[in-house]
């Protein structure tokens, strides 16, 4: 640059002016091809920027999404929301097993452990059905049907944990819980409701099979009822009285009762027909959250089923379900469990799906229809 400037400095004024008109053009046409270069790097880079945001958008929704089933198996599901985490059960057989995740879709990697295994020799060694693990007045309980390998055998049980993670700590076998008539039971469900305890569950009337109806009945405490059992559902409508067993045998079917609380309102729903049959669905209880619930006089039932298979999706035989709130508390939502082909029954095939419902304007459940297997869901508020 020295050597060009001392030339600059010998020549004419003409030709000072032409060597810097070739300097300017020479410093254009430089300008030029960086600014080209520039360019080039820029769109690269842009492109890179746009990929990678394209996997963060494409794992965020997947992160916000998920799909049924949540398990390849599982009957009897339940889900208790807590501290920013789901606690779910289901039936195992001869056990409780509890899972701890803070997604659905986590469900099928999540933390496992089996909290208590039944000893054997005793009437609550086997067939263990519906556990439910929820947290009552400052401690953790399980409750679950059990017998000794003869149906006709099936109580209720309960367990209790002092400790704040229900993964940890000691589950203690508190025993029986019956009304004083101590009929068969199974699929219990507990509710705090405005300080009292309440108890549903499915029973017969004798001790003999053929009709499944819905008892109430007060607790003392998380493990004792307080006093008399009293019957507020019967099968009645033909859809709830699909039960046919063969070789003659028929049972009518109300079971696997859930609590719901809505406004003034105080919900059962139940599942209904046998659930070896593809008409097992969902019927609903209601009584105003003012009545006596120990009078069955408080309880209307809906003369149609509220939730029921959906051939067209792929759906059969939904039910035993149960509830759980969205971590934010705005949105309800229902896990049942349901098989994908038709007749294929009471068996492994059954498997745990969630799905949100909505309320309508009288305040009643909008649980729609059964999703279909493999449709992408948004996953619970936050």
Known sequence: MIVFVEILKQKKAGFRKEITFFKAGKNEAVWKENSSRKTLIMNKLKLKLLFVFCLLAIGELNAQTFTNPLLPSGADPYSYYKDGYYYYTHTTGNRVDLWKTKTLDGLK?????????????????????????????????????ADDGRNENHRMYVLENASTDPMKGEWVFKGKIADPTD?????????????QLYMIWSGWEGDKNGKQEIFIARLKNPWTVAGKRVKISSPKFDWEKNGDLGGGEHVDVNEGPQFLVHGGKIFIIYSASGCWTDFYALGMLSASAKS???????????????????????????????????????????????????????????????????????????????????????????
Not at 123 to 132: D, G, Q, R, T
Not at 183 to 195: L, P, Q, S, Y
Not at 340 to 360: E, I, L, T, V, Y
Not at 361 to 371: E, K
Request: aromatic share 16%; with cysteine; net charge positive.
């Open 109 to 145: 990697d999540a933390e496992r452990k089996t909290i208590w295994k039944a000893p054997a020799g005793t009437m609550y060694s086997k067939e263990i059905w519906a556990p439910e693990v929820m947290f009552l007045r400052g401690k953790w309980y399980a409750y679950f049907a």
């Open 183 to 195: 009929k068969w039971a199974i699929d219990g469900d507990v509710i705090d409701f405005k300080g």
């Open 292 to 382: 006596n619930l120990l009078d069955p006089a408080s309880w209307t039932k809906f003369n149609e089923p509220v939730f029921q298979q959906s051939p067209k999706d792929g759906v059969y035989a939904p039910g035993h379900n149960s509830f759980f709130k969205s971590p934010d508390g705005k949105e309800d939502w229902i896990l049942y469990h349901a098989n994908d082909k038709p007749g294929q029954g009471c068996g492994g095939f059954r498997s745990p799906r969630a799905q949100k419902f909505s309320w309508n304007s009288d305040g009643t459940p909008n649980f729609g229809t059964p999703v279909k297997a493999g449709a992408r869901l948004t996953t619970p508020s936050n």
